[in-house]
């Protein structure tokens, strides 16, 4: 069985700008994404805006805030 091919681009906040999870395929992209990243969750908002990469149109979420994980 086959990966999905991405749909979103992340864009800004505190991840590796080359990290490979920068390029997501996500069900709803209408909605706020949570990425658990260590102890804590980078947040990223849908934006109307579109890039290209390696010839796919993905939607552009932009970095919004980081929440940490409650002990």
């Known amino acids: ?15 590796d700008a080359a990290a490979p999870q920068r ?20 947040h990223f908002q ?3 805006e579109t890039v290209e990469r390696e010839g796919n149109s993905l939607q552009v979420f932009e970095w919004s805030r980081r929440t940490y994980v409650a002990e």
């Open 23 to 42: 390029l997501l395929h996500v069900p709803d992209t209408r909605r706020t994404l949570k990425i658990p990243v260590g102890h804590a969750y980078e």
């Open 46 to 48: 849908p934006t109307s």
């Open 1 to 15: 069985m086959s990966l999905p091919h991405p749909n979103v681009f992340l864009r800004g906040g505190p991840l």
